[in-house]
C-alpha cells in the first residue's frame, strides 16, 4: 500500500491536534539508519520509506515521535502513553523491525 508525502504529513497532523503537540515543520525524506527523527523545536522528519507500509505502521512511528515532544526516552511513561494511544504498541513495533528498509 502506498501513499503521497501530502496524505502521510495530513495524517502526522491530525496525531499532533490528538495529542495536542505543535508541530513546526514536517518533512518527508530519505533517511537511511532510522524511520524519523525529531527535534526540540518542533520540528518532524520521516522517512520516505514509511509512504510504503501499512498506515498502522506509519501511526506507530508518528505516535512514537510525537511523544518524544512529551517524554524524551523510552521509559515507563513514553510506553504507556504508546499504548494509551495505540493499544498493543509492541506488535507493531516488532512488525516495524521485520521491514526490509532498515
Known sequence: MSQDKAAFKA???DWATK?????????????????????TNGHLN???DLLA???ELG????VH???HFFVPNHGRLWKSLMRA????YERLEERLKRQPAL
Not at 59 to 62: C, E, H, K, L, M
Not at 85 to 88: Q, R, T
Open 65 to 67: 515521535e510525537l511523544l
Open 85 to 88: 494511544y495505540l493499544g498493543d
Open 19 to 39: 495529542l495536542d503537540i505543535p508541530v513546526q515543520a514536517i518533512a518527508v525524506r530519505p533517511m537511511r539508519h532510522k524511520w524519523a527523527s525529531c527535534s
Open 59 to 62: 501511526d506507530y512511528v508518528i
Open 53 to 55: 507500509l501499512e498506515p
Open 11 to 13: 495524517r502526522v497532523r
Open 46 to 48: 520521516f522517512n520516505t
